[in-house]
Structures are given as C-alpha cells and as structure tokens.
C-alpha cells in the first residue's frame, strides 16, 4: 500500500457543488425545523408578543420563520465547510 505523495490535495470543487452542500442540507433541516416549531408556536400569537402593530399574516409568519430558520442551519453548513477545508491550500509559506 503507497501513501500519496507530500502535498497532495483534490483538486477544489466546482462553485456549484461547493454551493449545493451547503444550501441542501440546510434548505432539509429548515424545513423540519419549521414543521416542528410551527406546530407548537402559533405565527400569530407569536406577532402578536413581538410585533404587535405590524400586520402580519400566519402565511407571512411561516414564510419568514422558514427563512430564518435556513438562514441559521445554512450559517452552520458554511461554518462545517469552512473548518473542513484541506490545511495543505492555506498553509504554505508566503512567496
């Protein structure tokens, strides 16, 4: 059995695919997420204890707490991808 040779790395993936596993499966964790809140939390109720002069719709309410709630998993899938780089791209010596 060889071991590959020092400095080898694969080669970066393409943007879309980089873009993919992070909108994924945080687009899937929202969802569930949005189900599982939502069916406890009434969007209505819920303006009505935070933001009780706007006029929002539960249709409205589900849509923006979707939204936060892929904004938030998404913030983790780009972080796991940020620590899960390959050292070998970012720690060489400055030319």
Do not use: C, K
């Amino acid at each position: 059995m060889s071991t590959p040779a020092p400095g080898f790395d694969h080669p970066p993936r393409p943007l879309a695919q980089r873009i993919g596993a992070i909108a994924w499966p945080s687009f899937f964790a929202a969802g569930v997420a949005t189900m599982v809140f939502f069916a406890f939390v009434d969007p209505l109720a819920l303006r009505d204890m935070t933001f009780p002069s706007l006029q929002i719709t539960r249709e409205l309410g589900y849509t923006v707490g979707f939204f936060m709630f892929w904004l938030a998993t998404a913030s983790s899938s780009l972080f796991t991808w940020w620590l899960l780089r390959p050292a070998s791209r970012f720690n060489q010596a400055l030319r």
